[in-house]
Structures are given as structure tokens and as C-alpha cells.
């Protein structure tokens, strides 16, 4: 036997590897998403106006 022999486990490695990421990312963006939405339910509805006014603003966009 060849003290040289190559297995080929880069691929398998690879994609697990990747798919880990992929639900790492992905879970974190339902976790910011499920904080955003939280913190924009149980605010007051003139601060929610104008945080969104305030962006629109830092935007240049106009608002009125």
C-alpha cells in the first residue's frame, strides 16, 4: 500500500461546513428581526413615527 494515498473528504467537510454557516446566519436574522419586532410592538406609536422619520431624513429623502 502507498504510504501516499489521498482520500478525498474536502467536499463533504466543505458543504457541512457551509451549511453551518448558512443556518448560523440565518437564525441570527430571525433573532434580529424577532427583537426589531418586538421593540417596535411595545413602543409608543410617536416613537416608532419618528425613528422612521429621523431615518428618512438621514436618507435625504423627503417625508412630507
Known sequence: MN???LT???TP???S???RSMLVQLGAAL???FVMLYAVGFSE???AHNAAH???HANGR???
Open 3 to 5: 504510504a501516499f494515498t
Open 8 to 10: 478525498s473528504t474536502s
Open 13 to 15: 467537510v466543505a458543504h
Open 17 to 19: 461546513t457551509a451549511t
Open 31 to 33: 433573532a434580529l428581526g
Open 45 to 47: 406609536a410617536s416613537v
Open 54 to 56: 429621523d431615518v428618512r
Open 62 to 64: 423627503p417625508c412630507h
